[in-house]
């Protein structure tokens, strides 16, 4: 039994024009998963039906099992977590400790669990001092590390993050990469929807990519960039390393170079294999 | 008043905001006619602070402590009502909706608004509604509401509404971040062609790799401070600074730097955008496989 089913779902957002197109796709624990594709193209709707916020018009979304319309959507989420693209959309509380503690608290734990879990969140994604804060008192990155905290601290088994390096600096998206890289090594499946590939490169190792309400694509990160039409035909470009790896593959640079390091050994590789050959220094 | 060719010219500017320690510290800058300006650094640099001393809306809006010179297109921003410094300067928001009127229903009254505020009469308003709607690529959608556009067409219109005053200088707080790739491209796209066009454009982005392929020059913010200034290549090229500071170098500045120190393939121009790279490497590894 996969973690999330999801058998040929269809789904309107009650005009005529359909968000989903038939789409099947099975979700298993310990995955992390990578929604890609351009905005209009069904991601985020997609994304929705994991967790009962978005039910199908047509077909179904079974979670461990259990059709999502069958239970109530908050305790689908105890399941499956959400963070929401927009703080704003999701932050209500007037302190950071109390965002994140409201989860747990909601879900009926014993005080001193949601003290622990309240507590381990926070310090999880680096807000540790600032609970005490105003949730719009923070900078939007930090604000969007708190929407994480609050739903960590429900241990959900599958994380559902939309945009989360979006208005992030470069600390900002290493403390999400190492965030998602801890939650997987502590056994939850993580899917996130994002624009930014070379982050997708870095975190991620499977793509689903979506336009038009269905998935054209769904592979290895790596086996996915390497499919340069069917990402050109969603406007999507790979990380710029896979960029050029692509364009030296004539030279002998591996096309499948994902990241600096692995674009660097392949180049350094095959200049130790062919030592003795005089090289001009540019 | 200094008769060079310099549309921004700041001085030992110290500002911060009401109640709070400076946020800006002794920022010195100058941007010649026709250039296109890139601000980097990581959140919370003063990036978005700086945008805003450039159309005064710091210090006139937020009020706060001010010291030393902000000048405009000639015009002093400490002297000078933001109503008057935006005929000569537009700030583009890093959210278009934040930027709309919130009362027009399309996209030709959007644009008109701000207009309208400054007292164009309606003949001259409707021709510059015009010329500004086809400077960013949004002609044929006039009668289209602002709110049922994508992404970057908003941030386009956004942009229209601060062309139409005809200013000098375009300020841009990171116009693109909140955008798809789709539409981070088209306000790129926008940015570059109103550039060539001659107008001045002082952009603050994250977006490194595609600043590298446009910026002339580039200034690196840090806790308030210019950590570094100088041309595109010179400051995109110093990659352990630039990490220090939070931001990341292009991927392929990032590698000819890690070949450099791994292999004798020392360019003599490390590469900053994935074109120098693909030359540069082709050149280099077609020679070694001889």
Sequence with gaps: MSLIDVQDVWYSYGNRVMALNGVSLRIEPKETIALIGQNGGGKTTLAKQFNGLLKPTKG?????????????????????????????????????????AFGPKNAGLAPQEV????????EAVGLSGFEQTHPYDLDYGKMKLLTIASIMSIK?????????????????????????????????????????????????????????????????TREIFEKTDTLAGAQIRPPQITQLAHALAGCG???????????ADSIAGMISGRKGHSLRHA | MPTDDASVRVEGLIYGYPGHAPILHDINMKVMKGEMFGIIGPNGAGKSTLCKALNGLVPHFYGGTYGGSVIVSGMDAMKHTVAELS??????????????????????????????????????????????????????LEDRSPYELSGGQQQRLAIATV??????????????AQLDPVGKTEVLETMHALNKEGYTIIVAEHEIEELATFADRIMALNEGRIMMEGSTRGVLTQIDQLRKMGVDPPSVTELSHLLADKTALRPEKYPITLEEAIALYRDLLGETLR
Excluded at chain 1, 115 to 122: D, L, S
Excluded at chain 1, 159 to 186: F, K, M, W
Excluded at chain 2, 163 to 176: G, N, W, Y
Aim: aromatic share 6%; proline share 4%; glycine share 8%.
């Design chain 1, 60 to 100: 179904r979304v079974l979670v461990k099992g259990v059709g999502t319309g069958e239970v109530p959507a908050n305790r689908l989420a105890l399941t499956v977590g959400y963070v929401f693209q927009n703080p704003s959309h999701q932050i209500f509380s007037s302190k950071v400790w109390d965002e994140v």
């Design chain 1, 115 to 122: 003290e622990a879990r309240t507590k381990w969140a926070i």
């Design chain 1, 156 to 220: 959900p088994e599958v994380y559902c993050l939309d945009e989360p390096t979006t208005g992030q600096d470069h600390q900002g998206r290493r403390r999400v990469a190492e965030l998602i890289q801890s939650l997987n090594d502590a056994g939850s499946t993580v899917i996130v929807i994002t624009h930014d590939m070379k982050f997708v490169a870095e975190v991620v190792k499977r793509i689903v990519l979506v336009a038009e309400g269905k998935i054209v694509a769904d592979g290895h």
């Design chain 1, 253 to 263: 640079v591996r096309p499948d170079s994902m990241t600096v390091r692995e674009a």
């Design chain 2, 87 to 140: 005929l000569r300067v537009g700030l583009v928001f890093q959210e278009p909706t934040n930027q709309f009127s919130g009362v027009s229903t399309r996209v030709d009254e959007e644009v008109a608004f701000g207009m309208s505020m400054m007292g164009f009469d309606r003949h001259e308003m409707s021709s510059r509604i015009t010329d500004a709607l086809k400077q960013v690529g949004l002609e044929g």
């Design chain 2, 163 to 176: 062309l139409a005053v005809r200013p000098e200088v375009i300020v841009m707080d990171e116009p693109t």
